[in-house]
């Protein structure tokens, strides 16, 4: 059929704003069956079509809201609080904090403070917003001036003295106090032991500081048959305690010969909570003490969970651990009796060990240590983590953490916290850490991983992230196992008249109700609402378990990663997970679903504890594929003790299988292999790839380079694929899935919109899809219907465009803010340039909003065709109206809508709003003289282009004096010759006529 149309050009009014940026188009047919099928396909939705179509609020993503040094309003409160529900955000979790901006009135702690808090939460119960709190002032960790010396973390210290002995008479010594903080120290034992041969350097184990938990890195376990250099003999350790008085003057009667003496004692590590306010600042709560821990729950928030009355268990619901920032505890004043009771021997003898000395032999000392660390780590998480869970419950909260970093052990910790966080970050690419905390949520069954999600470097943001740039680091986090994000970071803004407003300093994306871009949020909230919505379905699905030893560190190591084959998807679990599963048809499987068919050992030295060899033993018996290698050492001194067992197992799981010569042999049902790659292992358990592409043989790399996906099956069976392209180049590719059985349907999260997939074969085991993904581009693939075994589909594509319309200038173009001095009538643009191009000073460094409107005619509607508008390059996002009525947001490429469905024959009228980000107008504004000031360039990157002064204007108090520019920031990015960025509708637009799929 032959469609005849014809345009009128003819001048306008636009009404409102809007932006985009342009990109590489998707193939037709693929935009076709995406934004074609805006209905259900049935009439009965099934609950996974009605939840993408409205996800529920705990799909939706949360915000940190930051209050910053006492700049806080009740009107600021109710406006951003509005501001977030409108936006689609479902709640928010309160931080105070002192970052990079002066004092405000509003002090923390204050009865005015715990006022504002209030407010704000009837506030969020009015709105519907979910509503949680940092659990200290500040974001790291727990603590306030509150706690004192005795209440705050602790470290083992101690001094050392070398004597001579003759044997026969007593010999004194004065033993220095060691150094201490906080004017806190209390002593431990002295004990003397065989001084260091004289002139020669003292021989101490590799890394003992991290081995006795002062500081951080992964630790390599020295193999069991391993030399014992200068191994002091327990017996040679001498415990004078009782003869040192609590000066440190010691005299007692020791053997001939030199001997150190060593004073033990342990004092505070002075670690402070930051970034806190002053009346929020102050020592850091003992974390190994559940007493004190309980005292700084107290502190920090008991008034506020008390005050909230009845909101407390409603509205106000969780509380929140950001990442651990604090430094490193080993000791506390129960910590003997802890360790006692956790390994049934007494520590104190044997504290030598603790100063890099090795006892009775290497191997021995490492299990020592290894009982240390393990105890320490069990340590922090129960009495810390659970004495705040435990208290928390009690008031109907749930624990949020970030449980990592410094000594923090997620695995371990993750009993005692309700929903498990991570971050990422703009530049956060592989995902080692990501997929570390995915693997315990999907190993114990908790399904949510949320995340501090888009925090930014000033590079990365500085006003110039728009709603497009924050599409593929969360495409990276959410196909790294993230399916809750919460947002870094809202900074609140206590006035209305100072855009684009308050920041946390130079970090962070700039979400906030002031932001240009903030009318379209809800866009964007949407996709991220339906992608988690689909993300948190069933159990992500992994063929490859990676053994973790607790020694490695907070991520698996990369390199370990890297070997492992695309197109596999991999969880990494610690040993006392294995305790859980069983050998099913040759998977390693969890009670709730997932199934692993190859386990990898680490490829570095690591230690095993015999319940672990016990496990891998049985479990390849009934059919498992292990690969890697056996453990070197032990891991701890019980399996030390049973040492002849220990090696009888590895002996039996690995035998002559060394990796160079014999490379893998049969243990009952299964196979244990070593000296191969992980994907050999694949193949010799028969296992296709779970994902398969071109290009996927290759190597993992580290690079942002290729395919990343994510695949979740449902409890009734239906699988959900998460594909991202994260390469800057569009893709046209077949991916064969091994799924079976049924239809592939593509979900666009983007659209909001599905359809079968236009081109499909179904053989075997496996289903082929042709997928075609722009550069940085996504798509979920679901086989959720029933199909027949062997059927498919071919060549089921759409015609070519049937003929294309362009939408050529002029346009009438309205600036909405002439606060910021452009016109107020409408500007023709005979062509589409970009603003930052226009003779026009105020055009060409405006930021905010303009609506492009012309009109159009139609002879007629032709049937069976469908309407396209292609926008072309759009920056920064567009807002498309036709017709008096909303068509979508275009937030991010390809800048396309269907818009068969608001046409009509004879006029039309086109408006397109056309949104920037605030960087042009700030650079502009850089040319304007202003009374407040900056820190200058040159004193510290962290600090270079913070605002020294709130100006007096701001809080509206000054009469007529107002802000001599057009924008207020706290934090100066740019100068008066920073380049200008592209900026609106830069075509070309037209419109396209498809037809549709037959």
């Not at 970050?425 to 069954?445: E, G, Y």
């Amino acid at each position: 059929m032959t469609t005849d149309f014809r345009i009128t050009r003819a001048t306008g009014s636009g009404g409102f704003p809007a932006a985009g940026r342009g990109a590489t188009r998707l193939a037709l047919f693929c935009i076709f069956s995406l934004t074609l099928a805006l209905a259900p396909f049935n009439l009965s939705a099934s609950p996974l079509e009605s939840g993408f179509a409205t996800p529920p609020p705990g799909a939706r993503p949360l915000t940190w809201w930051h209050w910053i040094n006492g700049n806080v309003t009740k009107a600021g409160i109710e406006a951003d609080l509005t501001a977030m529900r409108d936006a689609g955000i479902a709640g928010v979790q309160l931080f105070d904090a002192s970052i990079y901006l002066p004092a405000g009135p509003v002090r923390y702690g204050s009865d005015e403070w715990h006022e504002h808090v209030q407010f704000a939460l009837r506030t969020a119960a009015r709105l519907g917003l979910d509503f949680s709190l940092m659990n200290t002032p500040g974001w790291s960790a727990s603590g306030g001036p509150w706690i004192t010396p005795d209440k705050s973390m602790k470290k083992l210290v101690w001094t050392e003295t070398t004597i001579e002995s003759d044997g026969s008479n007593p010999v004194a010594a004065a033993l220095p106090r060691p150094s201490i903080k906080e004017n806190f120290y209390r002593d431990i034992a002295v004990l003397a032991v065989p001084a260091d041969p004289p002139g020669e350097k003292p021989v101490r184990l590799p890394d003992w500081q991290k081995k006795i938990k002062l500081a951080s890195g992964s630790i390599t376990r020295i193999p069991a048959g391993a030399a014992s250099p200068s191994a002091i003999p327990r017996d040679k350790i001498l415990n004078l305690t009782a003869n040192t008085d609590a000066s440190g003057n010691c005299r007692a009667a020791l053997p001939a010969g030199r001997w150190t003496i060593l004073r033990f004692g342990f004092t505070s590590t002075g670690a402070k909570n930051h970034p806190a306010v002053p009346e929020g600042h102050g020592l850091e709560c003992d974390k190994l003490d559940p007493d004190a821990v309980a005292f700084q729950f107290e502190r920090s928030v008991g008034r506020i969970i008390r005050e909230a009355g009845p909101l407390a268990g409603k509205t106000l619901t969780g509380l929140l651990f950001d990442s651990f920032e604090a430094g490193f505890q080993n000791w506390t004043d129960t910590l003997p009796e802890q360790f006692r009771a956790a390994h049934r021997y007494d520590l104190i003898p044997l504290l030598p060990a603790l100063t890099g000395r090795v006892i009775d032999s290497t191997v021995f000392t490492e299990c020592v240590l290894n009982d240390f660390r393990e105890l320490i780590t069990a340590s922090l998480a129960k009495n810390y983590f659970g004495t705040m869970q435990r208290l928390a419950r009690e008031h109907g909260l749930i624990i949020y953490a970030e449980a990592q970093g410094g000594p923090l052990n997620p695995a371990v910790i993750e009993p005692y916290i309700d929903v498990v966080m991570n971050e990422f970050w703009h530049h956060s690419r592989f995902p080692a850490r990501l997929k570390l905390c995915a693997s315990i949520v999907n190993i114990h069954d908790k399904h949510i991983l949320a995340a501090e999600a888009f925090s930014a470097r000033p590079e990365e943001d500085g006003w110039a992230a728009t709603l497009a740039s924050l599409k593929r680091p969360g495409d990276h986090a959410f196909a790294s196992g993230v399916n809750r994000v919460i947002l870094h970071t809202y900074a609140h803004q206590p006035f209305s008249n100072n855009a684009p407003g308050f920041t946390l300093g130079r970090y962070g994306t700039r979400f906030n109700r002031l932001q240009t871009w903030w009318p379209a949020m809800p866009a964007w909230t949407a996709y991220i609402a339906r992608s988690q919505f689909l993300l948190q379905q069933g159990w992500k699905h992994a063929d490859i378990l990676l053994l973790q030893n607790e020694d490695l560190g907070y991520a698996y190591p990369i390199s370990e990663i890297l070997r492992l084959p695309a197109g596999y998807d991999f969880d990494i679990a610690y040993p006392r997970d294995l305790d859980a599963m069983t050998v099913r048809d040759g998977a390693l499987t969890l009670p709730h679903g997932p199934a692993y068919r190859v386990l990898v050992t680490p490829q570095t030295p690591w230690a095993a504890d015999l319940a672990t060899l016990r496990r891998l033993r049985d479990y390849v018996r009934a059919g498992l594929v292990i690969n890697g290698n056996p453990p070197v050492a032990p891991a701890g001194l019980r399996d030390l003790y049973q040492k002849n067992e220990y090696d009888t197992l590895v002996a039996e799981i690995w035998g002559d299988v060394d990796g160079k010569g014999i490379r893998e042999k049969k243990l009952g049902r299964g196979l244990v292999t070593r000296g191969i790659t992980p994907a050999d292992a694949l193949a010799r358990a028969k296992l296709i790839p779970d994902l398969d592409w071109p290009g996927s043989g290759a190597p993992r790399n580290a690079s942002d380079d290729g395919i990343n996906y994510i695949h979740r099956r449902t409890r009734d069976g239906a699988d959900i694929y998460f594909v991202f392209n994260h390469t800057g180049k569009p893709l046209d590719a077949s991916f064969t899935f091994r799924a079976s059985g049924r239809r592939p349907e593509l979900w666009d999260a983007v659209a909001g919109t599905r359809a079968d997939a236009p081109v499909f074969n179904s053989d075997g085991n496996v289903t082929r899809v042709a997928l075609q993904l722009a550069s940085y581009g996504s798509t979920f693939v679901v086989f959720q219907k029933s199909i027949d075994a062997n059927s498919g589909i071919a060549n089921n594509r759409p015609n070519q465009i049937t003929s294309a319309l362009p939408l050529d200038p002029p346009w009438q173009v309205i600036f909405q803010n002439t606060a910021l001095g452009v016109p107020a009538t409408p500007v023709v643009f005979e062509r589409l340039t970009s603003w930052s191009e226009h003779p026009d000073d105020a055009i060409r460094h405006y930021s905010g909003s303009a609506s492009y409107s012309k009109t159009f005619n139609l002879d007629e509607i032709p049937s069976g065709l469908a309407a396209f508008l292609d926008l072309g390059d759009v920056r920064d996002l567009a807002m498309v109206r036709l017709n008096g009525r909303d068509v979508t947001t275009l937030w991010t490429p390809p800048f396309r809508a269907n818009i068969t469905a608001f046409l009509r024959p004879g006029e039309n009228r086109l408006e397109i709003r056309v949104i920037n980000a605030w960087v042009n107008r700030l650079i502009g504004d850089e040319r304007i003289p202003i009374d407040y000031e900056y820190q200058k360039q040159g004193v510290s990157k962290f600090t270079d282009g913070r605002l020294l002064e709130l100006p007096a204007w701001l809080a509206g108090a000054t009469g007529a004096q107002k802000n001599p520019r057009h924008t207020f920031s706290t934090w100066k990015h740019h100068t008066a010759d920073s380049p200008l960025l592209p900026a609106g509708l830069l075509g070309p637009v037209r419109m396209e006529w498809l037809r549709e799929i037959q």
